[in-house]
């Protein structure tokens, strides 16, 4: 069965320190990637996505991703974090359903606080 | 500007009173999403269309209906709203390749008391 797990259900750090959040996936079919931000009381915007060409994917705002198929596993850095990273992460996996239409699995969320 | 619209932003029901929740987009997108979000539990599929004229189950279909009017517009239906409901909905659509990505609606927040 596919699923996804963010590891940390909070992540705190100074700002200009650098930011990782991890994601594991579980799939039995080669996955696409997704990882979406979700500002307080916003909707969700795509942040960056990973699609079977190259393993490190740059997104928004400084972030990226590296898609490691041996560790199963999707970590989103950033180099220096800003103050206006505070939000909630979402991991995102994909799943082959009928009519060949995809399904997305959710990661559970990463809130992501920045101190000061 | 070019995405998905919700409406209602916000609801408060009686538990047992019915209503309908709008989502439209004008990006031509075939396919179409019901998602409810709760603290700690990421998002869930509710009900998705794949394309115009079909709708099927996702992961927590109880209590809920859908209708996929047409291509831009696809409806959510609580028949009688339990305090479970409590939730926060998004809409969402994507077009063919799931390459872009999901586009959302800016969701409705949906209280039952």
């Known amino acids: 069965a596919q699923s996804v797990t963010q590891l940390d259900s909070h992540v705190s750090v100074s700002e200009g320190t650098p930011v990782l959040l991890r994601c594991n996936y579980s799939?039995?079919?080669?996955?696409?990637l997704f990882w979406y931000v979700q500002h307080p009381n916003k909707g969700l915007q795509l942040l960056l996505k990973y699609t079977s060409a190259a393993t490190l994917v740059k997104g928004i705002n400084g972030f990226e991703a590296e898609f490691k198929k041996s560790e199963t596993s999707f970590h989103l850095t950033k180099p220096s974090a800003h103050m206006s990273d505070a939000a909630e992460y979402f991991c995102v996996v994909t799943l082959p359903g009928p009519d060949s239409n995809y399904q997305l699995i959710w990661g559970a969320g990463t809130k992501l606080i920045i101190k000061p | 500007n070019a995405g998905v619209t919700q409406t209602p932003k916000f609801q408060v029901l009686k538990t047992g009173q019915s209503m309908t929740l709008q989502c439209a987009q004008d990006m031509n997108h075939n396919s179409m999403y019901w998602y409810r979000q709760d603290p700690g539990m990421g998002l869930r599929l509710i009900y998705y269309?794949?394309?115009?004229?079909?709708?099927d189950k996702g992961e927590v279909p109880n209590g809920y209906n859908v209708s996929r009017l047409n291509k831009r517009e696809f409806s959510l239906r609580l028949e009688s709203a339990a305090p479970s409901q409590t939730s926060v909905y998004f809409c969402?659509?994507?077009?063919?390749?799931?390459?872009?990505?999901?586009?959302f609606g800016s969701g409705t927040r949906l209280t039952v008391v």
């Open positions: 799939s039995s079919y080669s996955p696409s």
């Open positions: 269309s794949a394309s115009e004229g079909t709708t």
């Open positions: 969402a659509s994507t077009g063919t390749s799931l390459n872009y990505g999901y586009t």
